[in-house]
């Protein structure tokens, strides 16, 4: 049974909203929020498996550092979006500014619109499925998990990677130091597949290209002269 | 025939050994711990104390409080501390878990809090300390909400005394199975850890940040902010702008786990001149009394402790003196001591050093894990060396006569509390240490530069 609880971000303090989210849920399964406003940190923090919608555009940090909640947010948002994310789904109906999913260890963000630069930068393991394009600088130094990218991607794609994989079906204007294209193998295919299906987006895998570590910079190499 | 010894200035032995291990393998040196040249120092301050004009109270018989709060601008739970002493972040990677139960141990015996560092939380450290800051770093290694909620302060990091700028570095060799899956990595790749934060850049963009960190923690958890000392004065202030309760300045003196040997001796501003820096920015925004200011880089002793008070520090943190009272550079660790910590057998480990190219004293090797005393080490072997019960004494005693040396000081220029220290108890020996420290020059009225 669904218990709804709802808050209007221009009477309400956001104190208030996140606090009720962190301490105060009871048999609350579901919570929206109207009149967001661009606030940040917006329903950050959350750790309990509530579905929070978010009726506007979010500010920095929406559902920042989520664990177990599914946030959707029905509009664009700002710098952040999911950062440090343990388990739990994000979805971003629009757009979404730079470092979306930065760090984040679990779960899934969707972003059905574009991304920023810096997406999935310093990423630990959660899945990040971006409708559109994606920025310069995208999974700089990702450590693990994964980037579904059905448009293009901008400058320096993948810069410094280790083990998080990333799928393009568009265009790349460049790869980063130690990123390099590689062959999709089954696997890969029905990763891409799993993916989109999470996402409720409709592409064909065989479209998708791999881009992962080439592993030189795992061990700080001295004849690469710094031009890496 | 005589053999002329005149040893060169610009070329004496240390930039010789520069020039020979450069051309010999192309790599630059890195290294563990701090800055091993001499800068202006606070040995180079002096207190005043009573006399005719000052009162003072009996040595260590009349009531002087060391007490400490932090956290008071914005938290709702501010931390109060026993002791003007912490204990630095350091990571665990960098330091074995027994390392960091026993400084969680000695820092709740002293009433002190110790400090996560660049590779998460353990539950030994956790379960060890009562006080507990932990550290939200660039490469977010093992970030985790639920150690957010766990702890008793956040700590944004935003660069350090020893590599201002340089981000930070964990070579392979001390990448073991733990570490690498605390950090999402393979074990045994060296891992950079980032200069820049992944979600924030700039000022502006912290202060968000720290409002987020705030939401998360239903605003209960003093908000740290630590800056590797360069421009301080702005930095201070923009710290606090960004809605810092507690600035941490690290001076160039301040200690690392592995870093290049050119960031360490060769960037950032000595702890001296960066305290000053820091209390005129606090000063200035009429903020001296609503943000807290912890310093380190270098703080060894009382004497230490009480001249950055006198300064205008709330606190300070110590690093690298807990790892020399851990017994860092020691000749020898100790086998079978007593469930307290007390006695066992001194195991003399003079090969070990040989065996790194170092020796006790003048070992800084941190970087390669075989630590010959346990201390700055991931071996399974090696680590053992280290007991918490040793660690703990020892580090307790440390702190402890800090303590008491700081309250003697503070007692003999007529404090009943070691924050009542001031500038004003201070003079300098030096013109250099007068003009960084903004005291007069011993003997003299004159404050070079005012």
Redesign the interface.
């Known amino acids: 049974m669904t218990v709804l609880a709802s808050f209007d971000l221009s009477r309400t303090p956001l104190r208030d909203v996140n606090r009720f989210l962190h301490r105060e849920l009871g048999d609350t399964t579901h919570v929206r929020i109207e009149r967001p406003d661009g606030a940040h940190s917006i329903a950050v923090g959350l750790d309990a498996p509530v579905r929070v919608d978010v009726d506007g555009h979010a500010g920095y940090y929406a559902a920042g550092m989520n664990k177990h909640a599914t946030v959707v947010v029905h509009g664009n948002a700002g710098p952040g979006v999911a950062e440090n994310m343990m388990s739990g789904t994000v979805r971003v109906k629009g757009f979404a500014s730079v470092s979306a999913g930065a760090s984040a260890r679990g779960g899934l963000l969707v972003v059905e619109g574009d991304c920023g630069l810096r997406c999935g930068i310093s990423l630990k393991g959660a899945d990040i499925v971006v409708g559109g394009s994606v920025g310069s600088f995208s999974m700089f130094m990702a450590q693990a998990g994964r980037l579904v990218v059905c448009g293009d991607a901008g400058d320096a794609l993948g810069d410094s990677l280790y083990e998080a994989v990333i799928y393009v079906r568009g265009e790349v204007k460049s790869l980063g130091a130690d990123a390099r294209f590689e062959d999709m193998t089954d696997a890969d295919l029905t990763a891409v597949a799993g993916l989109l299906a999470q996402a409720g987006l409709r592409h064909d895998p065989r479209e998708f290209r791999r881009i992962a570590s080439a592993r030189s910079l795992y061990h700080w190499n001295v004849d690469a002269n710094q031009e890496y | 025939m005589k053999i002329q010894r005149e040893e060169s200035w610009g070329y004496d032995a240390r930039t010789l050994d520069y020039i020979r291990h450069a051309s010999a393998?192309?790599?630059y040196e890195i290294r563990g711990l701090g800055a091993k040249r001499r800068v202006p120092h606070f040995d180079d301050l002096l207190f005043l104390a009573a006399s005719l004009s000052r009162y003072p109270l009996e040595g260590y018989r009349e009531r002087c409080s060391t007490k400490t709060v932090l956290g008071t601008r914005f938290a709702t739970k501010p931390i109060e501390l026993a002791i003007p002493i912490t204990i630095a972040g350091m990571s665990f990677g960098s330091l074995s878990a027994n390392v960091k139960e026993a400084l969680g141990r000695a820092a709740t015996e002293a009433g002190t809090s110790t400090t996560t560092g660049d590779g998460g939380m353990t539950e030994e450290e956790r379960g060890s300390s009562k006080t507990l800051v932990y550290q939200c770093l660039p490469?977010?290694y093992g970030?985790?909400?639920?150690h957010?909620?766990r702890a008793d302060a956040i700590e944004v990091v935003i660069g350090q005394g020893a590599k201002p700028g340089g981000g930070g570095m964990l070579l392979?060799q001390k990448v073991n199975p733990r570490v690498a899956a605390m950090?999402?990595?393979?074990e045994g790749?060296?891992q950079?850890s980032?200069c820049r934060h992944?979600?924030?850049t700039g000022p502006d963009?912290l202060a968000?940040?720290i409002?987020?960190l705030r939401?998360?923690?239903?605003?209960e958890k003093p908000i740290y902010v630590k800056v590797g000392a360069t421009r301080t004065f702005h930095d201070v202030k923009l710290a606090v702008h960004s809605g810092a309760d507690v600035v941490v300045v690290d001076g160039m003196q301040g200690g690392t786990a592995a870093t290049q040997t050119v960031f360490i001796e060769h960037v950032g501003i000595p702890t001296l001149a960066a305290v000053r820096q820091a209390v005129d920015a606090l000063e200035d925004l009429g903020m001296k009394d609503e943000v807290q200011l912890i310093v380190s880089g270098g703080i060894r002793t009382g004497a230490d402790v009480a001249k950055a008070l006198a300064m205008g520090a709330d606190a300070v943190s110590i690093g690298q003196g807990v790892l020399m009272a851990l017994g860092c550079n020691s000749d020898a660790w100790i086998r079978g001591a007593r469930d307290d910590g007390s006695g066992g057998e001194h195991v003399r480990c003079d090969d070990d050093y040989a065996a790194l190219g170092a020796a006790p004293g003048y070992c800084h090797h941190c970087h390669t894990g075989q630590c010959p005393v346990g201390v700055t080490t991931q071996d399974a072997v090696l680590e053992q060396r280290l007991q918490p019960p040793v660690g703990a004494r020892r580090v307790r005693n440390y702190l402890k006569t800090m303590a008491m040396e700081v309250s003697t000081i503070a007692r003999a220029c007529g404090k009943q509390d070691v924050h009542h220290l001031e500038r004003e108890d201070l003079v300098a020996l030096t013109v250099e240490a007068a003009a960084m420290a903004g005291v007069p020059l011993a003997g003299t009225d004159w404050v070079p530069g005012r």
Do not use: H
């Open positions: 393998t192309g790599l490469s977010r970030f985790d909400p639920d957010v909620r392979g950090r999402t990595l393979p790749v060296d950079r980032a992944p979600d924030w963009d968000i940040k409002r987020e939401e998360i923690t239903d605003w």
